[in-house]
């Protein structure tokens, strides 16, 4: 939202300099993201980010108001009090509410004889350096208020209206209005209204329709200053598009005592600007007056929370200078009443945040809470070190990602037999469903990297991702893994190399290498979102603990990569259910190792990892190590059914060196237990 400095001045002397004014201002809480010059020279404007719980602060008033706290110094009173003739304005409209619980109060003024034509350059001028369109003097004169007070308005042409009369009502099915903006929109049920006696004439709250719109012909107005539900609405305004400088503050909640004084404003400057006449009183509405709640403010509580003890004078008059209203009851206790503007202020904890941040953040020492419970690590703690430990010594970064993630994305990495877990009340339809896969948030982030220059990438999370299954919610923890772009960047003396599938397999290899696990194996598996030729499920002991390859390309084109990725997404549970391996010692074989080489004839359908389960389950003593060298799949003097896989052996013993004859043993062993389970073959050429 943007603030006209020396339109704030107006209110308050501000003793500091413009970049002291923004410092302060932030500091104490009211967010100076910028400044510059207004459009036109109109002055300086302030660009302020105001939380959704500090409705009071859209208007330069409120603004001035919190600056006059916090610098001390007296606020400028606006008390408009405009003239009005003999004639009342109860004979001259009629105002009823027929939603009561989603319209509190609603002010009518009525104006007679009033001349609308061009606005004054001072106010032109004004709305224009605020980003408003100057339109005529009436007009005008509603949106000065808006940025004034804060509090929406809207001027109704008196003669348009259906038997002079303002009805608050939901609209009826089917029903049409035509905005200001010449839109034809069709409205709910559960769309808030005003109307007359025969059809809706605006959107509460929102905008105006343009059948009773101001024009240089009007000369009787209707002046609207109402309260209105502010979910009500915020959901029409949402359903309809149609985001106003009206909408914006209602939908936060306006102070429903505010009306009547925006009202009067407004009537001062339509009599000031278009003469005419003021009727008599205001048709003022208001089923539903509201009562201030009585907040208890305790010595002890403020010392507790803020680390040291507040003087009472420094209390009552921080909440005095605020608008808050209140005294001592019994000791170091004050009853304090709220204002009506602060409608976010609604327990002792709200009062306490008041005061730390108008007597000063900076002025607290630094000291740490008393600790209310003993301080104890997590069980998977030490698990989720070492797997970070691991990671990160291969290059990877750690990502941290928010769960709820938009649901076009996330349903390209569901599984089979899981739906998404949708929000109830989610803040956008773009971040409407828990992630079931970490892969949705690792993609993303990829996809965000290389779009800002940085192609070569290695992401892992520890996180948890969510589904719905046959009903029921599940929810998981996961190790996610993405990586891109280049393992080796090029030198002088190395050829660069691209980050492939061995690549990524290393890592979830070395990762779980400390976990007390079952041999792994990669088989293959039929993820979608995987590449075809480049994809595998990992297990150990029969249990499937996740997946691995390459991103498809229908993906990587999806979310714009415009280069391979690797991704990889295993169950921590699992892995941490196994625990930490045990450290073992063993002393260094003072003997020889001998290598041997075989070269097996497989079918198609067998990988590495059974012929290593196969080897492994001999368990051979002098079997130190086992790696696949090369592998040729067809052609030449190779069966058309067979693939061709060279294996490299170790053999050692801890006591003596090996002979030949006790290798030649151990290979027999090996080979017959390979042509036995796997149907394998010595290649002889």
Not at 34 to 62: C, F, K, M, Q, V
Not at 413 to 430: I, T, W
Not at 560 to 574: F, G, H, I, M, S
Not at 614 to 635: C, H, K, N, Y
Request: proline share 7%; hydrophobic share 45%; glycine share 8%.
């Amino acid at each position: 939202m943007n603030i006209l400095y020396e339109w704030l001045k107006e209110y308050v002397e501000v003793p500091a300099a413009l970049p002291r004014f923004i410092e302060e201002m932030t500091r104490a809480g009211v967010s100076v993201e910028g400044h510059g010059p207004a459009p036109g020279g109109g002055g300086t404007l302030l660009e302020l980010e105001i939380t959704a719980n500090r409705p009071d602060l859209s208007s330069h008033y409120g603004v001035a108001r919190e600056a006059a706290a916090l610098y001390s110094k007296p606020l400028k009173p606006i008390e408009p009090a405009p003239p009005e003739a003999a004639e009342p304005a109860s004979g001259a409209a009629q105002v009823d509410i027929a939603a009561p619980e989603l319209c509190h109060r609603y002010v009518a003024l009525v104006f007679r004889n009033l001349k609308v034509g061009p606005s004054p350059d001072w106010l032109s001028r004004r709305l224009e350096a605020c980003g408003l369109q100057s339109i005529n003097n009436v007009v005008d004169a509603t949106n000065y208020v808006l940025l004034e007070l804060g509090h929406p308005t809207h001027a109704f042409d008196l003669d348009t209206l259906a038997e002079r009369r303002i009805i608050v009502r939901t609209a009826k099915p089917g029903e049409r209005i035509i905005t200001l903006d010449g839109v034809t929109r069709e409205l709910k049920p559960h769309h808030l209204v005003i109307a007359d006696a025969r059809r809706a004439v605006a959107l509460a709250g929102i905008m105006g329709g343009a059948e009773t719109e101001i024009s240089l012909r009007t000369r009787n107005v209707l002046l609207e200053s109402a309260w209105f539900d502010p979910i009500t609405t915020r959901r029409a305004a949402k359903e309809l598009g149609l985001r106003t400088e009206a909408s914006y503050r209602f939908e936060r909640g306006m102070d429903v005592e505010a009306p009547l004084r925006a009202a009067r404003r407004c009537a001062e400057l339509f009599l000031e600007l278009a003469g005419g006449e003021l009727l008599a009183g205001a048709i003022d509405v208001y089923p539903r007056p509201w009562q201030p709640p009585v907040l208890l403010l305790r010595a002890s509580e403020i010392e507790r929370v803020l680390g040291i003890p507040l003087r009472g004078e420094v209390v009552e008059g921080i909440l005095h200078a605020l608008g808050f209203q209140g005294a001592r009851s019994a000791g170091d206790v004050w009853q304090v009443v709220a204002p009506s503007w602060r409608r976010d202020v609604t327990s002792e904890i709200d009062l306490i945040e008041e005061l730390a941040r108008l007597y000063g953040y900076d002025k607290f020492p630094s000291r740490l809470p008393p600790a209310r419970q003993p301080v104890a690590r997590p069980p998977e703690a030490e698990a989720a070190a070492v797997l970070r430990e691991r990671l990160e010594a291969q290059g990877y970064d750690e990502a941290i990602n928010f769960t709820p993630v938009n649901p076009a994305a996330a349903e390209k990495f569901l599984a089979p037999g899981d739906e998404l877990a949708r929000l109830r009340n989610p803040l956008s339809e773009e971040v409407s469903v828990l992630r079931p896969s970490g892969l949705v948030s690792l993609v993303e982030a990829l996809a965000w990297n290389i779009n800002r220059g940085q192609r070569n990438l290695r992401f892992y999370e520890i996180g948890k991702v969510y589904a719905m299954r046959g009903g029921g919610f599940r929810e998981r923890r996961v190790l996610t893994l993405a990586a891109t772009g280049l393992r080796r960047e090029k030198s002088v003396g190395e050829a660069e190399q691209p980050f492939d599938f061995l690549a990524l397999k290393g890592a979830v290899e070395a990762a779980l290498e400390p976990f007390a696990l079952p041999p792994l194996r990669f088989d293959a598996c039929d993820a979608t979102f995987l590449h075809p030729g480049e994809r595998a499920a990992v297990s150990a002991g029969g249990q499937t603990l996740g997946l691995l390859g390459q991103l498809s390309p229908a993906l990587v084109a999806a979310f714009k990569l415009r280069q391979p990725a690797y991704v990889a997404e295993l169950d921590l549970e699992a892995v941490y259910a196994a625990g930490l391996r045990p450290p073992r010692y063993q002393p260094l074989s003072r003997f020889p190792a001998v290598a041997r080489d075989f070269s097996l004839l497989l079918g198609h359908g067998i990988s590495f990892s059974a012929v290593r389960q196969v080897i492994e389950e001999l368990e051979l003593p002098e079997l130190v190590s086992m790696t696949a060298v090369d592998q040729w799949f067809r052609g030449g003097a190779l069966p058309p059914d067979r693939y061709s896989l060279l294996i490299r052996v170790v053999f050692q013993s801890p006591e003596q060196t090996l002979t030949e004859e006790q290798i030649r043993r151990l290979s027999d062993r090996l080979v017959e237990a390979l042509e036995k389970k796997l149907g394998a073959r010595l290649r002889t050429q």
